[in-house]
């Protein structure tokens, strides 16, 4: 040790030596950057990075060498054999190139240990053969000790010091590793010098100029610099573009791309914000939920751009009204948000009225003026809710009973009025979850015939068993399921398991089922219908499908064309609730009805409103004349029935001839039995599914 610091004290100019060190401590933070730069890229990015970090490395390594080496004064004349060096310098960066890439492989643990070895083999390699290149007026040995030892030292240096580089970050690890790679140039290079041994042997005229060799370290030295210092700088780029790109991405992410405004995910942090700050200081939030009334409408007659133009417009006006800590996003669709601290309900009714006055005021579209309007909800912390999720519910309530207002456009948060909606919430996600654990079952109801009191066929009629609250009536939880678009795979659920049942039974009797309006919007009904009956191998003609006159009303012509492809299915097609539409005659004329179903309002007035009665006696005339049977619905009484006897109805339902039962009921009382072998399972399991067969 202290004969390689005699070396560096006798033998080395130590300004060429500060300069070197200078060179090689610049060099290595800047191979430490670019190795960072490498590690994060993959490809063909990460190869031209390690290249970067190739040539910076070899380069700064080679010039610290070259500089140290025209820093030591052997007492004798020098020169450089120009090939040489040149292939020293080529060594350096190649070798740096391998050792990097294997580094950073990742291909097993001692990955950077091993490049890093290569890379302290390619300096040692370097160096030798830059002493090679050294020529010099004197007999020349070596210490093979101290040889060996100056390779050992720069393997095990540099092996260190990318083993620590690429472990996961710790405090200060990177110094250590830069600090370790600098170790392994500087301890190479004098702990080899220190194993040179020179005996001069002068020549005449032979001389060296040490003022020339100063000037060729000094230039050596800006040359390295200029390398190291560009790929610093592709480094410095690359890092300003990354920032920008992430700070561009991060407020693409928080930025509704359509209005400019905030969009949900920035929503969420502000309020988590807010809601911080309001209970430190004691501050009241405001949440004001907003919901567009005629955006679909608009969407509808103009198209989606004018729908986008509209949510444009909406937010620059809403962005325009804001004025100090005030916040609105866009949530999604037509749904918009806003956060606003108040002291004053004066100064909370001024907020909501620019609010108002932005999705109020007309938004012209080509020459027509749309004016959208909006249902908002208010909800205020603390007085309705301390939570982030109270909060936003409760907005959210407001802002649905504002939608069914006619008269308010503003709604606050009101909890005896707002549990409510609340409650019809909490029921639609009970029966989203009660389809998908199958908690739903079929009740079938007798139509007979009215003449000879025979079996016709029955009405499937889907009941809830709700765990805690029990039967729910389906006049409750069928508007729940048309709302929210349940009613969609319930209707398919309730189409598919009637038809399976039906198509096991003996008498092979007739299967009615009613079709929600939001089932009959759906364009593939008829696809669906054909192939739940080749599923289920139901006959077509033992399908009856029930549908009101308000359900056809909507879109006449779509209504018509989508009954005809049912029909030609061989699939029968009911009126139901016959009298309480809008043009019942004009539907008759229009289409080909299997039958006409009377509502049983009429059926409850019979007996004593002579108008009820007349109504019935026309109905059934209509029937006859245009040949199309008449089931009466809601019979109870003796007297209805024989009223209807009298008249001439076909067929007739209701509590006097049949309550609504399970498949079970109907199976043990001897009106069905079932074709396959499937009864034992469905007896011993009457909630279940068994054999292809749900029962009651």
Request: glycine fraction near 8%; aromatic fraction near 6%; hydrophobic fraction near 45%.
């Amino acid at each position: 040790m202290m004969t390689v610091l005699y070396c560096i004290r006798d033998d080395h100019n130590i300004v060429l030596v500060l300069l070197a060190a200078a060179v090689c401590v610049g060099g290595t933070i800047t191979i430490k950057r670019l190795l960072t730069d490498a590690t994060r890229t993959c490809g063909m990015q990460k190869a031209a990075w390690l290249f970067i970090a190739a040539v910076a490395a070899g380069a700064s390594i080679w010039c610290t060498h070259f500089i140290a080496m025209l820093g030591y004064e052997p007492g004798a004349p020098v020169s450089f054999d120009p090939v040489m060096t040149v292939i020293s310098l080529l060594v350096a960066v190649g070798g740096c190139g391998v050792g990097f890439t294997v580094a950073t492989s990742g291909k097993t643990r001692l990955s950077p240990a091993l490049g890093g070895a290569f890379v302290g083999l390619s300096i040692a390699a370097m160096h030798y053969t830059g002493m090679i290149a050294y020529r010099i007026q004197g007999i020349l040995t070596w210490d093979m000790n101290y040889l060996y030892a100056s390779i050992v030292l720069a393997t095990v240096f540099s092996a260190l010091a990318l083993h620590i580089f690429m472990r996961p970050p710790l405090p200060r690890a990177r110094l250590a590793a830069t600090g370790s790679l600098v170790l392994a140039i500087v301890s190479l290079h004098f702990t080899g010098m220190a194993a040179f041994r020179v005996e001069p042997m002068l020549i005449d005229g032979s001389f060296s100029d040490p003022a020339a060799l100063r000037a060729l370290a000094i230039a050596i030295a800006g040359v390295s610099i200029i390398i190291v210092g560009s790929a610093l700088a592709s480094h410095l780029i690359d890092g300003s573009v990354r920032a920008e790109s992430i700070e561009r991405l991060r407020e693409m992410a928080l930025t509704d791309s359509l209005t400019s405004l905030p969009n949900r995910v920035s929503f969420n942090d502000r309020i988590d914000h807010e809601i911080e700050l309001a209970n430190e200081s004691g501050g009241k939030l405001a949440l004001i939920c907003i919901d567009l009334d005629r955006f679909k409408e608009i969407n509808d007659l103009r198209g989606h751009a004018a729908g986008d133009l509209v949510l444009q417009t909406i937010g620059q006006r809403m962005r325009d009204r804001l004025q100090g800590h005030d916040f609105i996003a866009r949530l999604g669709g037509d749904e918009f948000a806003a956060l606003h601290r108040y002291k004053s309900k004066t100064g909370l009714s001024d907020f909501l009225a620019k609010i108002e006055a932005a999705v109020n005021e007309p938004i012209q579209i080509d020459e027509t003026e749309f004016s959208p309007g909006a249902s908002i909800g208010v909800a205020l912390l603390p007085d309705d809710a301390i939570s982030k999720e109270a909060l936003i519910n409760n907005a959210d309530l407001a802002m649905y009973r504002a939608k069914a207002d006619l008269v308010h456009s503003i709604c606050f948060y009101e909890q005896s009025m707002d549990e409510t909606v609340r409650a019809r919430r909490t029921l639609t996600a009970d029966l989203k979850e009660a389809i998908e654990k199958d908690q739903l079952d079929i009740h079938y109801q007798v139509q007979t015939s009215v003449a000879t009191g025979e079996i016709r066929g029955f009405e499937a009629l889907l009941r809830w068993k709700h765990p805690e609250r029990g039967h729910i009536s389906p006049m409750e939880f069928i508007p729940l399921a048309e709302e929210s678009g349940l009613i969609l795979p319930l209707g398919e659920w309730v189409l598919r398991t009637a038809c399976s049942r039906a198509a096991n039974w003996q008498p092979a009797y007739k299967v009615s089922i009613n079709i929600s309006p939001v089932q009959f919007v759906h364009a593939d009904l008829p696809r669906l219908i054909d192939e739940i009956l080749k599923e289920t191998g139901l006959q077509p003609a033992r399908l009856e499908l029930e549908l009101t006159e308000s359900t056809i009303f909507a879109d006449k012509e779509r209504s018509f064309a989508m009954l005809r492809q049912i029909k030609e299915l061989g699939v029968s097609i009911a009126l139901d609730d016959f009298g309480t539409g809008y043009s019942s005659l004009e539907t008759l004329r229009s289409f080909p009805f299997d039958k006409i179903k009377l509502d049983r309002s009429f059926m409850g007035e019979a007996e004593t409103s002579p108008q009820a009665k007349a109504i019935i006696r026309a109905v059934l005339a209509l029937g006859k004349s245009l040949e199309i049977p008449v089931l009466a619905e809601g019979i109870e009484t003796q007297g209805q029935l024989s009223l209807l006897s009298a008249e001439g109805c076909d067929e007739a339902q209701g509590y006097l001839l049949g309550r609504p039962v399970p498949l079970f009921n109907i199976i043990e009382s001897g009106q069905v039995k079932l074709a396959t072998i499937a009864l034992p399972d469905a007896i011993a399991c009457p909630n279940g599914i068994k054999g292809g067969q749900a029962v009651a």
